[in-house]
């Protein structure tokens, strides 16, 4: 299989070969991993028994996939990732913040996914082995899991969708078998000795919905356009795609999340997820447990992994998209160490997923007001000016951002920040809250009512058809 040559550009229609199974498929096969598991550990980490643990995870879902699936048409529409995508808001230039907030984004789920599934490996091999339980010898992992994941994701698209249809069948096998093997010690009470999060049961469980539920669908909001630039809108339509978006997203998520929460359950695992999950497994299920680690791990990581070569590759033009994921992939890597030997897992978890989501909520609403105003109508070729190193076009708005756009971003990612409660950061607007984390309401609404107000009157880039030349179609004045 030839390595995939394509980076930011626009992808030919010829080459949109993919359809809305396929999206399924990358969606349900490559979240089928530890990396997306341990998601299901934290509401009874939080101190959540069984059904408040599922009622979190589910509502918090539902309401992330119904944000974040339509992004899905914006790259249907442009045949480029999303981030280069919403330089149609932001701006040829000002693309970079949605290019940075993927990075970011991408970078922390692919050192999760190589942290959880290589102390899982480590700690399966020591109980069949011998093996010790060292930094040594979770460092010789990590690095092992991350060159495999470098190799799927250089190789990019059509080697992780393979890799997704196998794993899509295998994991859903392997998942299936680990509820049979833990149920002899399953509870539906919390752990032991894990009181609430937050003192009290409703901000716990809100805790829960937002950092194990809603932000599951979150992370995709600049990954969903990875896969979707290779369906082609001639061939498929809009409903079938964001269909098949919603479809991938909710099993790929509820899934691996409630096995998650089960086997924490069944483990006792409080503080930590990885130790007692391998405790607590039958001899006979070590090996499966083994094999869902390290080819779940790998992809899933190696879908992520792809993503960030993807960003890096829109935010240096000059770098080859194989050289912006080698780079990707090292400073991954570095994460996953300093997180192993130097972060508690539960917080480095929560707080990253709650600051991540506070910063990038904004950016998608941005994103879905600009794709709604356009009706999906894009300048495919004005979009990749800042790739070619050029000016122009209908997108270049003033230096190449868009500074109401941009400012809308920023001004609802600061109201977010201000928001969140983290156990590492709690911002100065939790007192008004409560204490409830309401970062990713109040971001998105901030930006959006920002962005409408300042482009109201204001007319929008709008082209008639492929390659046409845009002109400039005037939006309603408000009152």
């Not at 539906?188 to 805790?207: E, M």
């Not at 909710?250 to 999950?277: I, K, N, S, W």
């Not at 309401?441 to 880039?461: F, H, I, M, Q």
């Amino acid at each position: 299989m030839p390595i995939e040559q394509r980076g930011v550009d626009t992808i030919p229609d010829e080459e949109r070969t993919s359809g809305p199974r396929d999206l399924v498929s990358i969606l349900l096969g490559s979240n089928l991993c530890l990396g997306v598991i341990v998601f299901g550990w934290l509401p009874p980490s939080f101190g959540l028994g069984l059904w408040p643990s599922v009622t979190a995870i589910v509502a918090g879902t539902l309401i992330g996939i119904a944000f974040t699936a339509p992004l899905a048409l914006v790259s249907l529409r442009t045949a480029t990732n999303l981030s280069t995508s919403s330089g149609a808001q932001f701006g040829v230039r000002g693309r970079l913040v949605g290019s940075v907030v993927g990075l970011l984004l991408a970078l922390g789920y692919t050192a999760l996914t190589l942290w959880i599934g290589g102390d899982v490996m480590v700690g399966v091999l020591s109980r069949l082995t011998g093996l010790p339980d060292t930094g040594a010898s979770r460092g010789a992992m990590y690095g092992a899991l991350a060159v495999l994941t470098v190799v799927a994701a250089v190789f990019g698209y059509r080697l992780l969708l393979r890799m997704s249809k196998l794993l899509s069948v295998a994991m859903v096998a392997l998942l299936a078998v680990g509820l049979f093997a833990y149920a002899g010690d399953f509870t539906t009470a919390a752990p032991p000795d894990t009181p609430y999060l937050l003192g009290s049961f409703w901000p716990t469980w809100l805790l829960a919905a937002v950092a194990a539920g809603l932000s599951g669908p979150v992370a995709f909001i600049t990954l969903l356009g990875d896969y979707t630039r290779y369906i082609s809108p001639r061939r498929h339509s809009s409903r079938s795609v964001l269909w098949a978006t919603c479809l991938g997203l909710l099993a790929g998520l509820l899934l691996p999340q409630l096995f998650g929460t089960v086997t924490a359950l069944a483990a006792r695992a409080g503080e930590d997820y990885a130790g007692p999950l391998v405790a607590a497994s039958p001899g006979w299920y070590l090996v499966p447990l083994l094999v869902a680690a390290g080819a779940g791990s790998v992809g899933n990581a190696g879908l992520m992994l792809y993503s960030m070569g993807l960003d890096l590759d829109a935010i240096v033009p000059r770098a080859t998209r194989t050289t912006a994921t080698l780079v990707a992939a090292a400073v991954a890597t570095g994460f996953v160490f300093v997180g192993s030997f130097e972060w508690d897992v539960q917080s480095a978890m929560t707080s990253f997923v709650l600051l991540l989501t506070a910063i990038g909520t904004p950016w998608a609403v941005v994103t879905l007001v600009g794709y709604v105003r356009c009706r999906g109508v894009y300048d495919a070729d004005a979009l990749q000016v800042f790739n070619r190193r050029s000016v122009g076009g209908a997108y270049w708005y003033r230096a190449g951002w868009n500074v109401r756009a941009t400012a809308s971003w920023a001004i609802g990612a600061g109201v977010g920040l201000l928001a969140v409660g983290t156990p590492l950061y709690e911002g100065p607007l939790l007192a008004l809250t409560g204490g409830v984390d309401c970062s990713f309401v109040l971001s998105g609404l901030t930006g959006g009512l920002v962005y409408t107000a300042l482009t109201l009157g204001r007319g929008t880039p709008r082209v008639a058809a492929a390659g046409a030349e845009p002109e400039l179609e005037p939006e309603p004045a408000s009152a």
